[in-house]
């Protein structure tokens, strides 16, 4: 069955620096993948989507890279500040289908 | 983008007893979804609900259990059943509404923290 592997220690760095959080997957052949961001106690909120024959996509702070041949996503967020604590989460999509699966997240903390 | 409400935020609720959630978006979407996301795992999708036709469920989760409603375009209820202290857990509602084959991203709730004791 399809897997989603993202880093489960969380992420700690130091403000100003570049967070790299990785989403890595098996079994499956994503059409798209998408970033979401969830806080504590709130619902996830959209932040990417890249599609597969895309190789990077950025978005003001943000920068998403899709490697089909590896199977692995990586999402950027460049000067980091502390608002940017939060869990990110990845997730795979098919144009065939509207399911969504998702990956388990990354806690992100970021020191001032 | 949709804005999207649940009801309640958080219960506490004693085995054996049933809990619905009421989920209210601010616009008519074609479909609706909802997740359930225990902590430190992934968001898992219990079941699709269309409007005027019965919901769609994943593997894992039936009917009995998570009888949902979808009476209209911006409203839908998920029951949580004869509940065990297995069932607490985080239940998100989301929508997405797009038109054609591009892939849109999805609108979720704030979520229900669900305590079974």
């Known amino acids: 069955s399809q897997k989603i592997e993202q880093n489960s220690e969380a992420l700690n760095i130091q403000e100003g620096k570049t967070a790299t959080l990785t989403c890595n997957y098996t079994?499956?052949?994503?059409?798209?993948l998408q970033w979401y961001r969830q806080d504590p106690g709130r619902g996830p909120v959209f932040l990417l989507l890249?599609?597969?024959?895309?190789k990077e996509k950025r978005k003001e702070r943000l920068k998403v890279t899709f490697d089909t041949t590896l199977k692995q996503s990586l999402f950027h967020i460049t000067a980091s500040q502390p608002a940017d604590s939060a869990t990110y989460l990845c997730?795979?999509?098919?144009?065939?289908?509207?399911?969504?699966?998702f990956g388990s997240g990354t806690r992100l903390l970021v020191r001032p | 983008s949709a804005v999207i409400s649940q009801k309640p935020s958080r219960d506490i609720c004693q085995r054996g007893t049933s809990l619905t959630i009421q989920c209210q978006v601010d616009?008519?979407?074609?479909?609706m979804f909802w997740y359930r996301q225990q902590p430190g795992q992934s968001l898992t999708l219990i079941a699709t609900?269309?409007?005027?036709?019965?919901?769609?469920?994943e593997s894992g989760f039936v009917i009995d259990k998570f009888p949902i409603s979808r009476p209209n375009l911006t409203f839908s209820t998920l029951t949580v059943s004869n509940m065990s202290p297995e069932d607490s857990s985080i239940y998100l509602c989301?929508?997405?509404?797009?038109?054609?084959?591009?892939?849109?991203?999805?609108?979720f709730g704030p979520g229900t923290r669900l305590t079974v004791l």
């Open positions: 079994n499956y052949s994503p059409a798209y």
């Open positions: 989301s929508v997405e509404d797009y038109s054609g084959r591009t892939p849109n991203e999805q609108f």
């Open positions: 609900a269309n409007q005027g036709s019965e919901a769609t469920y």
């Open positions: 890249i599609r597969e024959n895309e």
């Open positions: 616009s008519q979407v074609t479909m």
């Open positions: 997730a795979l999509g098919k144009d065939s289908s509207y399911k969504l699966i």
